[in-house]
């Protein structure tokens, strides 16, 4: 298989999947620049990643687009991954998420084309295909709720940069695809996400806060599985011009489920509450990952179970860390 990214730029290298993938880049003997404004930073846990040899680390917003030309020298390829997310950020603060996520996207895109990048990956998100959508094609329309409601926020600025994204390859010659995560978790998330945000509370002694009835149902795909398709497409030319889904279809769960999952692994020494929702809920949401699996030999192989019980390993080897 061809092999590209010699050095590999990553936005928001800092940040948990950020981090994870500069990690697999270096254990592939890459070149690895995170660019982050490290507002989220999971790269606090990988101190040998932040000394590494093969890692440079530039502070930077990808709204300042002449720092983040600079930091493209010498890069072929770039890694989109810096964006405004979390669902609670898109009611307090919509405005910047438009503009961190479609400006940041075209200012990315810009300084790949000033310095010669020839690969670019756009990291968008599952939440592009609205409030309803069991197994996630593609192809198909997208259909996105009101504009009253600014819980669309972040879905429509994905596919703004989507749009972005491939138009500059169209016009520029460069090799674009853009990625759609499903429900990504694992050790070192520092944001949003129900995985994490129940492993704090189990932790912390708290109870596992569900929000609305529980019955909302997402695909579950751990972090290892979601960087070995982020790998795949970098060593893929032929995926040019692709919109790819990642997640993993056979690890389907509602949020109580998942919630009772993770109580189970700590031996009933927690309990669930059910909160009211205070957001829009997305009823349904998994993904076909056929196109990945043909293009790629995508196959994700850690089970919900086993992915959980890694994660709450994790946030209990961190919190004995900071005892």
């Not at 996520?101 to 670019?120: H, Q, S």
């Not at 069991?134 to 819980?151: C, K, S, T, W, Y």
């Not at 979601?226 to 032929?238: E, K, R, S, V, Y």
């Not at 030999?297 to 019980?309: C, I």
Request: net charge negative.
């Amino acid at each position: 298989m061809e092999q590209t990214g010699h050095c590999v730029l990553i936005t928001g290298g800092g940040g948990f999947i950020g981090s994870h993938l500069a990690e697999r880049l270096v254990a592939a003997e890459r070149r690895v620049v995170i660019y982050d404004n490290f507002h989220r930073d999971s790269l606090q846990y990988v101190p040998g990643l932040r000394h590494h040899p093969a890692v440079r680390i530039v502070a930077g917003d990808v709204l300042d687009s002449q720092a983040l030309q600079q930091a493209c020298a010498g890069c072929d390829t770039i890694v989109h991954l810096a964006a405004i997310a979390g669902v609670s950020s898109y009611y307090t603060m919509p405005t910047r998420t438009l503009q961190v996520n479609i400006l940041g996207t075209l200012n990315a895109l810009e300084a790949g084309k000033a310095t010669g990048v020839t690969r670019f990956v756009d990291v968008s998100t599952s939440e592009c295909y609205g409030a309803n959508c069991f197994d996630a094609q593609e192809e198909q329309n997208h259909i996105l709720g009101p504009v009253q409601d600014q819980r669309w926020t972040y879905a429509l600025s994905k596919l703004v940069s989507e749009h972005f994204t491939f138009g500059a390859g169209r016009e520029s010659g460069m090799s674009c695809v853009t990625v759609r995560p499903f429900n990504i978790y694992g050790p070192r998330q520092t944001g949003e996400g129900a995985v994490a945000n129940f492993c704090r509370a189990v932790v912390q002694g708290q109870p596992l806060k569900v929000t609305g009835d529980g019955t909302a149902i997402r695909a579950w795909c751990y972090i290892d599985d979601f960087i070995d398709g982020m790998m795949a497409i970098l060593h893929t030319p032929q995926v040019t011009g692709e919109a790819l889904n990642l997640g993993n279809p056979q690890c389907i769960r509602s949020t109580l489920g998942l919630a009772e999952d993770i109580v189970r692994l700590t031996g009933g020494n927690a309990r669930i509450e059910l909160v009211p929702m205070p957001f829009t809920e997305i009823h349904v949401r998994t993904p076909s990952i056929s196109k990945a699996r043909t293009l790629l030999g995508f196959a994700p192989q850690v089970s919900l179970l086993e992915g959980l019980r890694r994660t709450l390993d994790w946030f209990y080897k961190e919190q004995d860390a900071c005892a």
